[in-house]
Structure formats: C-alpha cells, structure tokens
C-alpha cells in the first residue's frame, strides 16, 4: 500500500468480481453491485477478462473465496453471530447488498486512503452505506486491528465472525 493511494488489490478483486458476473453469469457468485461500484472501469475490466484469459483462474478464486465466505457466514449466524469483520474491504459489497439489515453489525477494515476512495466510489454510484456498517479505517504501519476496531466501536463480547 503506497501512501495516500488505493489498493490495487481492492480494485483487481472489484473488477474479478464484476468479470465473473458477466463472463459466467455469476454462476458461483453474483455481486450484484460491482459494476455499478466500478463506474468506467468496469468495461474495461470485462475487455480485459475476455482478451487475458490467463487470469480465470484468479477470476474463479476470488468468485468462490466470496462464496465460501458468505455461506459461512449465514452458517454461523444461527449460532450467535451479531458482527461481520471484513478485513481488507476494498470494494467488498456484502454490507450492500446483504438482508440482515440491523440484525448483524458489520465491520469493513481497510487503509484510510482505500477507504476514502472507497466512499467517492459509493457516492458515485449512488449506492447509500447501510446504518448497520462502520467503516474502521487501521493503516497497519502505525496501529493495531484491535485499537482501530475499538476506534470504531467494535464490541469484543459479542459474537463475530471474520472474513
């Protein structure tokens, strides 16, 4: 991570995502904002996918990673879990797109600059940032996952499953 800049990690797993929509029809997994969170990148994005197809298989790791994830996730939750902690965001949608609404506090971990840039993009696209989330901005060169999760109001009691 370069200072003041975004993760480009963050916008390749993005652009996967979006890829994997359209090129497979998200036969594994369906994001279904990330060609909006992409704006004009996502085009080129999907030429890109189409041209390179060395990438699949990086394509088909990030598609069932997040399907792996998510699924665990509603396994866990009848077992208590009242918080998400995503760790690494980037452009992760599932505080977007998920229907737990309040019943599940979600966490999103991820560079301050990441996650600024993260927020234009959300604006951008009109997509509103749910009640339920909390960005919790940590640059891991100066500071802990715990002081940053405690900065943002992360509540070590409750249940909580990480991704």
């Known amino acids: 991570m370069q200072q003041g800049q975004l993760s480009r990690t963050a916008l390749g797993a993005a652009k996967h995502r979006a890829a994997h929509r359209v090129l497979k029809r998200g036969a594994i997994f369906t994001d279904s904002l990330a060609l909006r969170i992409l704006g004009a990148d996502a085009e080129m994005a999907i030429r890109d996918a189409e041209k390179d197809p060395s990438k699949r298989g990086l394509r088909l790791f990030v598609a069932v990673r997040t399907r792996f994830a998510e699924d665990s996730l509603a396994a866990a939750r009848p077992r208590g879990v009242r918080q998400l902690v995503v760790l690494g965001a980037g452009l992760d949608t599932y505080a977007y797109r998920t229907t737990l609404g309040e019943s599940l ?3 999103e971990v991820d560079h301050p ?5 993260k927020r234009q993009r959300l604006a951008e696209a009109a997509i509103p940032v749910p009640r339920a989330l909390t ?3 940590v640059d ?3 500071e802990t996952l715990a002081d940053g999760l405690a900065a943002a109001g992360f509540d ?3 249940q909580t499953f990480f991704t």
Do not use: M
């Open 105 to 107: 506090r979600i966490f």
């Open 113 to 117: 600059a990441t996650q600024l840039w």
């Open 135 to 137: 960005f919790a901005p």
């Open 140 to 142: 891991f060169e100066r």
């Open 156 to 158: 070590p009691a409750q």
